[in-house]
């Protein structure tokens, strides 16, 4: 199959070549062009939907080795997280409180979101922010797109394209932490024959705020484009490789207390002397390849052909050291299904090891969509297909008490086999000068099936199908060029994620894992006027049923554990401002208020025998009304910056997260405080020196240098004798760090 795709991506780039007109390309046309990459899957200027647009130059302006999480931070309802305290590494986001996993993310067009896991890794993409041309955020459900379900939020990344001259940039960031990025790019711009070659390369280096938050990343970018007047065809190449240690245990309260902040157990373990030693290869390793064909054709002047190819091969493993709970005596052979072991005559039932997961997955994606203007009425018609398949495994490489087993001994092994395919189609219709109407329906059918055993050698094999209708529809109002109203009501139904099901199977179906379904209400209002000055203000009352919800548990791999609520809702205000205070000073600011409550809530926990053996019952607690996990009621943003001359600005940003619960019992003992942080930067450009264009910056991040959490875990085991453990790991993030930048432009 991966050969005949391959194939297919070849013989498609050299057919087409065959048909290229042989008129020179224009500008004009270059844009249209690009437009359409990502014009089926975004929201338009009289979209009814709440949505924020990031240009390249605001991306370029924001990125010194950090991933896409954090530079999005300033987005409304949007809070960024890290697991190694600073913004390379692991990262993560929530947008309304809806987290990754629910959360679409295109990359021209096509599906970056794993199909099993329904996420996107953005340590996998290591500095893909500098390769792209603009990201577009839909709050809610939004416009109907490719890939896994938007159920809280999507993503559009475009990448960058053909520049009309030919240039060169050479980019590098040195800051805290040993912190090292460095970039080099180059382009040859539009050629006569319409051709156009861009390329990037970049590494980033860093120990991290966390100990073992060591980070080592490169990331490959190859892109080879042909315009002619009405057609565009562009391939795309992304190598990401990277290295990263293993940050998503946290880190208890004792542990801070007697260690520090900065501490992370991570491959802990005591040595015979009783000395706490690390094992230093405790990492998370993946190495991905993203091949990427796309193809507009203007057939006539109402009508436009987007067809888009994509292949993404992945491989990775982690590596982490098995020490026990007390670091001392290692892990049960039983958990591995191995016998106890007789060394030098004495019999061990535990062992130190060291423990691989493993993954292979291919993932192919083919969807096309037609563009057809009939002014007043645009509709748009899109279809998609994948197929995924990916593998999991585990091995042994060392074994510290071992008899006879073999070297390298795999305990598991499963395999994941996803299909989908879907159909959008979206129409807009300006009824008049000043009102247009918005439709949209899209079906998704879904067939994953998966067989083997899991890591706790529990038989896996089952077949899942869903399919869903998911309408949406909205007015937009225009009374004059200030003002703008609009309205609109949208569903969205997502199937559950390989986590969930796995748990549901090996519960023999007694813990069912329903589909989930939201309906999406959104009121909104926008004003601008020729200052510059922009106002917004965005309500929305999302109603869910069967939602899934984080339980504040992570699996051993770092997984969240996810339950359904039969009725829950987040409701809320989104408000936005830009106002240019005078030639000098511009401010930006935005505030979100918000209920996310879930009605009817029961909690349960396992019961063990006093031997902490086997479980013996469930306990649960009942809950009228509780919050949900992770689900701030206030988030804020207030930026201000000030530009003496042209070529220098300086800006000053401060953050505002609420307090949150990580899990579902609104218990205070499980929650996170209300934090806020304060980032400084500025920037000065040097225009036309002898060496081009030279752009230096500074920043500051956590100003004040305040000591904050902003994610956790929590996990509660109960005797039968009333003895209750609690587990908690908690991510302190980064006191005051330092990045300073040069970037060269020619």
Known sequence: MKKVFLALIVLFFLHATQIWAQAEPDSLSNVQLDEIVVSATRAGKNTPLSYSNITEAQLKKENAATNIPVLLQTLPSLVAVTEGGTGVGNTSLRIRGTDATRINVTLNGMPLNNPETQEVYWVNLPDLSSSLQSVQVQRGVGTST????????????????????????????VGSYNTFSSSLAAGTGLLNNGFAVDARYSKVLSDGYIRNGKVDHSNLFLSLSHYSVKQLLRINYINGIQHTGITWNGTSPEQIEEFGRRFNSAGAYYDSANNLRFYDNDTDNYYSHILQLMFNRELTRKLSLNVNLNYTNGYGYYENYRSGSDWKKGDKYEKYGLENQEVDGVEY???????????????????????????????VFGGFWSDFDGSHYGKLPWIKYNQNIPENYE???????????????????????KISLYGDVQFRYIDYRMEGTDDDMADLTSNHYYSFMNPKGGVFFKPNDNNQFYASVAVGQREPLRTDLKDAVKFGGTKAIEPEKMIDY????????????????????????????????????????????????????????????SRFFRIDANATFSKNIIKDYTAYYDVYDQYYDKVIRQDSEEFDKTDISFSPNGIGMVSITYTPLQNLSFNLMRKYV????????????????????????????????????????????????????????????????????????????????????VTMRF
Do not use: C
């Open 146 to 173: 490719n890939g896994s379900a938007a159920f809280g939020a999507s993503m559009s990344l475009k990448t960058i394209g053909a520049s009309s001259d030919a240039y060169g940039a050479a980019s590098t960031s």
């Open 349 to 379: 039932k535990n062992s130190h090891m060291v423990r691989q997961k493993l993954l292979a997955n291919d993932f192919y994606v083919a969807n096309f969509s037609f563009n057809y203007n009939l002014n007043p009425l645009q509709l």
């Open 411 to 433: 305990w598991y092994r499963n395999k994941g086999v996803k299909k989908e395919i879907s159909f959008f189609t979206k129409a807009e219709y300006q009824l008049n000068d």
């Open 522 to 581: 959104e009121l909104g209002y926008r004003y601008t006027n020729n200052q510059g000055m922009q106002l917004a203000a965005n309500l929305y009352y999302m109603d869910y049923n069967n939602q899934m919800v984080q339980t504040g548990k992570l699996s051993s791999s770092g997984y969240k554990i996810m339950e359904n609520v039969k009725d829950s809702y987040r409701a809320g205000i989104e408000l936005e401002a830009q106002v240019p205070l």
């Open 658 to 741: 609420g307090k949150q619960y990580y899990d579902n019992t609104s218990n205070n003992e499980n929650s996170l405080s209300e934090y806020v942080i304060t980032n400084f930067a500025a920037g000065y450009t040097f225009n036309k020196s002898k060496f081009g264009n030279i752009d230096l910056q500074f920043m500051i991040n956590n100003l004040f240098d305040k000591e904050y959490i902003a994610n956790a875990w929590v996990s509660a085991d109960r005797l039968s004798d009333g003895t209750e453990y609690v587990y908690k790991g908690l991510f302190p993030q980064a006191t005051r760090n330092f990045m300073a930048r």
